[in-house]
């Protein structure tokens, strides 16, 4: 006789439904674990990446702030530097006209106030470079850096009283200068002439009107 014991059985089966429902409670559980580990990953590159594209601006606005006041700096250094070339160009003009007059004063016979006329006369932007006089006659050489600033000084010249009309340029030439655009060389000629001295008529030369000398 065969005997089965079908309590036995019935014991197995829930017994099997446990551990299956508990293995695939486990299964679950750590595939959840895998995503949440991959999102705080994902999530902390996500942060970082953040930050270092923050950081990288901040440093660009810093930089783009300092290279603003560098050429803001720049360009007050440039007024500057410009105010001081053009008080240099004018302190070494002055200081060659106090040194022709100087030396004119001391080495030359032509009275005091024709070496001030020329000095009066020199317009900005030229210079004198020597000064020869013969007699009446007056050679000056010097530079310009324009025709205009040339022509401004003959002008000059003429228009005063010291000197007889015209005033000649004999020479003039343009000369390349690495300073300046232009360089022109010159000299010129001017006649001595004195305002004060009364004119010479016909009578001083003994001509009609001469005044005959007395018989004795």
């Known amino acids: 006789m065969i005997r089965i014991n079908l309590l036995a059985v019935e014991r197995e089966r829930p017994k099997r439904a446990r551990a299956a429902a508990t293995g695939g409670g486990a299964a679950i559980s750590a595939a959840q674990r895998v995503t949440i580990g991959a999102a705080l990953i994902l999530l902390s590159t996500v942060l970082v990446i953040g930050w270092w594209f923050w950081s990288l601006r901040m440093e660009s606005s810093r930089l783009d702030a300092d290279i603003a006041s560098a050429e803001r700096e720049t ?117 001595y002439n004195n305002p004060d001295a009364a004119p010479v008529g016909p009578a001083g030369r003994g001509g009609r009107g001469a005044v005959p000398p007395a018989a004795h």
């Open 75 to 191: 360009q007050k250094l440039r007024s500057v530097l410009t105010d001081f070339q053009k008080f240099e160009a004018r302190k070494a003009q002055l200081q060659q006209r106090v040194s022709l007059i100087e030396q004119l004063r001391h080495g030359q016979t032509a009275p005091v106030h024709v070496l001030d006329e020329i000095s009066k006369s020199l317009p900005d932007r030229l210079w004198l470079v020597t000064l020869t006089q013969h007699g009446d006659e007056f050679t000056i050489d010097g530079r310009a850096t324009s025709l205009s600033s040339l022509t401004d000084f003959v002008a000059n010249l003429e228009s005063t009283t010291w000197f007889k009309r015209p005033v000649e340029i004999l020479d003039s030439a343009v000369e390349p200068n690495p300073q300046t655009t232009e360089l022109v060389r010159f000299t010129i000629r001017a006649w």
